[in-house]
């Protein structure tokens, strides 16, 4: 898998959002880099859905049961790790959109949760791409919670997160109208509880 470009997310990710921590008994979770997927999507001249990824990324989130809507989460994407497929596409999104030589960072970090159902929640927080921070929410659900089969006494939280931001209000309004403002964030998580080491054992 290649390491080239980044950011959305939303995530984000972001993505404590349905167990999340009073605080004597919250549990911190480290994104898994092999399972974690961060993806978008785009409008390319009415043609076509483009599909993008993010390769390199790290953060933790909290969780706990009793309490969901005081979690918390922080995210951070390396803006040269996008990959779109295609050294060409890569190059594009780096140099004319992300500007990544110049902002090499995306983050979210988190500021509210609200609990929408048993499994569900809207989580809230700032988002800083190129350059300009924003108020971001995003549609977290709550796949499971529980020990990793394959790799015990490992405990993971999954979820799945998605969202909308216009790249026009992060100064990317390069080629607009004919490629698209809207901007979807659709994140799988995986987070392994941080005081588990051996990760790739």
Not at 30 to 44: N, S
Not at 123 to 149: A, D, F, S, Y
């Amino acid at each position: 898998m290649k390491k080239t470009a980044a950011s959305l997310l939303v995530f984000l990710l972001a993505l404590a959002a349905m167990s999340g921590g009073a605080r004597a008994a919250a549990r911190t979770y480290a994104y898994d880099p092999l399972h974690t997927q961060v993806f978008f999507t785009i409008d390319h001249m009415g043609f076509t859905t483009v599909r993008g990824r993010f390769d390199t990324f790290d953060g933790t989130f909290t969780l706990d049961k009793k309490h969901p809507e005081l979690a918390s989460a922080d995210f951070t994407i390396k803006a040269d790790s996008v990959d779109m497929g295609s050294s060409i596409w890569d190059t594009h999104i780096e140099e004319d959109f992300l500007d990544s030589a110049k902002y090499p960072d995306i983050t979210f970090k988190s500021t509210k949760v609200v609990q929408t159902g048993p499994k569900t929640a809207l989580l809230t927080g700032n988002l800083t791409l190129h350059g300009v921070t924003k108020p971001v929410t995003l549609r977290v659900t709550l796949n499971k919670i529980g020990p990793n089969p394959f790799m015990a006494p490992r405990v993971d939280a999954g979820f799945t997160v998605t969202g909308t931001i216009r790249r026009s209000a992060f100064g990317m309004g390069k080629f607009i109208p004919v490629v698209g403002d809207d901007v979807g964030i659709d994140i799988a998580v995986d987070g392994f509880r941080e005081n588990f080491t051996n990760l790739n054992k």
